[in-house]
T-cell receptor
Framework: GENVEQHPSTLSVQEGDSAVIKCTYS??????FPWYKQELGKRPQLIID?????GEKKDQRIAVTLNKTAKHFSLHITETQPEDSAVYFC????????????FGKGTHLIIQP | ETGVTQTPRHLVMGMTNKKSLKCEQH?????MYWYKQSAKKPLELMFV???????ENNSVPSRFSPECPNSSHLFLHLHTLQPEDSALYLC??????????????FGPGTRLTVT
C-alpha cells in the first residue's frame, strides 16, 4: 500500500516569510496529490491539489510542485499571514478506482507576528 | 458549510455500548469514506463506498461496521469498542472517482470518547 511521509512536523515562520512543507510517497501508481488545511477544531479543507501529469500548480499565494521521478511533492506558501496558521496535511491517492487518500502526519504551521 | 454533515458531533460511550455515527452528503456525490483521526497520527482511511458498494476495508476491526443504504447516507455502527478507539471520526465524499473527480469534502467529524 501507499506510504506518505511529511516534514517538518512543526514549522514556525515570521509573518510575511515563505513556508515550505515536503512530502514523499512510495507508490509510483499514485497520481493525485491534494493538500488539506485543518484549523483547530475544524474539518480538513482542500486548499490545492495536483495530478501527476502536471509539475507545478499555483493559486495566489499557494503553490504545489510535484517530482514524479523522485516521488516527492511540496507545498509553498508565500507572504504568510496569521490566518495561515493551521495543520497542513499532504495526501496521495492511486486513481484507478474509488480509493481513499493516504495522508501524511501533518505539519503544524505557526506564523509569528 | 452544510455539504457534508455528521451526527452526533460528540459521543461518549462505554465499552459495552452499541452506537452509530451518521454521515449525510448533500453534494450529489457517488463515493463516501470513513476516516479516523487520532492525536499525533495521520488520518487513517477506514472504509470506502463507491455507488453504495464497499470498495475497500483497510483491515479495520470488526467492532466497526459500516453501512451505506444510498449514495447520500453513510453509517458507522460501533459495538464493544476499546479506549484506544477514542478519536475524531471524519466522513468524506467525492463526486465520482471513476471519472477522476477526486476532490474529497469532509464533514465536521464526530469526537468519540470510549470510557
Amino acid at each position: 500500500g501507499e506510504n506518505v511521509e511529511q516534514h517538518p512536523s512543526t514549522l514556525s515562520v515570521q509573518e510575511g516569510d515563505s513556508a515550505v512543507i515536503k512530502c514523499t510517497y512510495s507508490d509510483s501508481a499514485s497520481n493525485y496529490f491534494p493538500w488539506y488545511k485543518q484549523e483547530l477544531g475544524k474539518r480538513p479543507q482542500l486548499i490545492i491539489d495536483i495530478r501527476s501529469n502536471v509539475g507545478e500548480k499555483k493559486d495566489q499565494r499557494i503553490a504545489v510542485t510535484l517530482n514524479k521521478t523522485a516521488k516527492h511533492f511540496s507545498l509553498h506558501i508565500t507572504e504568510t499571514q496569521p490566518e495561515d496558521s493551521a495543520v497542513y496535511f499532504c495526501a496521495a491517492m492511486e486513481g484507478g478506482g474509488a480509493d481513499g487518500l493516504t495522508f501524511g502526519k501533518g505539519t503544524h504551521l505557526i506564523i509569528q507576528p | 458549510e452544510t455539504g457534508v454533515t455528521q451526527t452526533p458531533r460528540h459521543l461518549v460511550m462505554g465499552m459495552t455500548n452499541k452506537k452509530s455515527l451518521k454521515c449525510e452528503q448533500h453534494l450529489g456525490h457517488n463515493a463516501m469514506y470513513w476516516y479516523k483521526q487520532s492525536a499525533k497520527k495521520p488520518l487513517e482511511l477506514m472504509f470506502v463506498y463507491s455507488l453504495e458498494e464497499r470498495v475497500e476495508n483497510n483491515s479495520v476491526p470488526s467492532r466497526f461496521s459500516p453501512e451505506c443504504p444510498n449514495s447520500s447516507h453513510l453509517f458507522l455502527h460501533l459495538h464493544t469498542l476499546q479506549p484506544e478507539d477514542s478519536a475524531l471520526y471524519l466522513c468524506a465524499s467525492s463526486q465520482d472517482p471513476l471519472a477522476r473527480a477526486y476532490e474529497q469534502y469532509f464533514g465536521p467529524g464526530t469526537r468519540l470518547t470510549v470510557t
